[in-house]
């Protein structure tokens, strides 16, 4: 199931028009965002299920799978005055839309079609950093802001381990990788 897939009925309607359809979000069975999504296509509605691939380490092997980008939820584009949108609500793998009083609640505009430019044809978002172990790193933010290190390790959850030049030695500092930039 990719993005082409999931956007299949209107590729071009992508930005908001004079259509008044929008994104909203699908809460989902979490792990079954899938079904969930296969079948609101069944319906007639146009979809959007990021996904993204994670290496995790099992049983001593390395193995990558794919999963929701955001576990739980998917994204339908509806416009609520026109579109039969209460059924969505009754579909298999859905637990509801997300509302407000008796009305789904629209994502700011813009939020949805950000996601689908990010994401590649198969509705993969890439959140593997370009960072790599060996290579000269920044910190750019906390107590170690603007000290220059080797990047140690970066683990799947995003942490990095980082070696830095402290006190007259190479010592191993624990952070966030998105607090790193690369030199």
Not at 75 to 80: A, E, G, K, L, P
């Amino acid at each position: 199931m990719g993005i082409h897939a999931a956007i299949s009925s209107d590729p071009e309607a992508l930005p908001i028009g004079s259509d008044g359809r929008r994104w909203y979000v699908v809460h989902a069975f979490t792990g079954r965002e899938k079904e969930a999504d296969a079948h609101l296509r069944n319906q007639g509605f146009d979809t959007f299920n990021p996904i993204e691939i994670r290496t995790v380490r099992h049983a001593r092997r390395l193995v990558t799978k794919s999963r929701a980008f955001f576990p739980g939820y998917l994204f339908v584009r509806i416009d609520v005055d026109l579109d039969r949108w209460r059924s969505i609500n009754g579909t298999r793998g859905v637990r509801s839309l997300i509302m407000q009083a008796e009305r789904p609640v629209a994502c700011p505009r813009g939020l949805v079609e950000r996601l689908v430019e990010a994401a590649d044809p198969d509705g993969v978002i890439d959140t593997r950093s370009t960072l790599r172990p060996g290579q000269k790193v920044k910190v750019k933010t906390g107590p170690f802001a603007d000290l220059v290190g080797t990047l140690d390790r970066l683990d799947n959850s995003g942490r990095a381990k980082v070696l830095l030049e402290i006190m007259s030695g190479e010592r191993a500092v624990s952070m966030a990788g998105h607090d790193l930039e690369a030199l």
